[in-house]
């Protein structure tokens, strides 16, 4: 059996292939490749994550606003999957804009030195949307230092851990972090 986790969508797909090829068991773990050729995933619904996560975005701005998306790693399955979900929800909210996108790799440090590239240029920013907690509590760091404490800010995980999701809706920083959790598809 091959447990695989790929770090980006196309790096080990001939591997896989060629595993599964020859018989051997493939799990997907995590994390999905262009492979079609895997027993098993086991893993989160990133586009539905997205998607609600879109969702729940424009309802709150009733249907008109900016919004700016943080993605995690570009060429992993759940940056690619969380980007396709939110923009499939936003076609149906066409005065719901997403004026920016910006790479910050799963990571809050790297989130807030965007942040601060993006908020150096005039631009009406209603919601961030992060693909993860630790980016949109990022965001928000550099947003409140420039004094821009009206933004709002989402993200995906919920992590129930000291400084995660959970605790940062509690404490107000953050709002309706999506839980996704693992559901194998065989």
């Not at 018989?23 to 893993?43: H, Q």
């Not at 908020?119 to 509590?137: E, G, S």
């Not at 953050?174 to 959790?181: D, G, M, N, W, Y």
């Amino acid at each position: 059996m091959l447990i695989v986790s790929p770090n980006q969508l196309h790096t080990v797909s001939a591997a896989i292939d060629r595993a599964y090829d020859k018989g051997i068991p493939v799990i997907l773990f995590d994390r999905k490749t262009d492979s079609k050729k895997y027993t098993a995933f086991i893993g989160a619904d990133n586009f539905e994550a997205g998607r609600a996560m879109g969702e729940y975005i424009a309802r709150q701005l009733k249907g008109r606003g900016n919004v700016f998306e943080l993605e995690g790693l570009p060429k992993s399955s759940p940056a690619i999957d969380r980007h396709r979900g939110f923009m499939a929800a936003l076609k149906r909210y066409p005065d719901v804009k997403l004026v920016g996108r910006a790479n910050a790799g799963w990571l809050m440090e790297k989130a807030e030195k965007v942040m601060d590239t993006v908020l150096a240029r005039p631009a009406k920013i209603d919601y961030v949307f992060a693909q993860n907690d630790r980016m949109a509590m990022g965001a928000r760091k550099a947003a409140l230092r420039k004094g821009l404490g009206s933004m709002r800010y989402t993200g995906i995980d919920a992590l129930p851990s000291p400084n995660g999701g959970l605790e940062n809706v509690r404490d107000g920083h953050l709002e309706a972090p999506i839980s996704i959790r693992h559901a194998a598809t065989l």
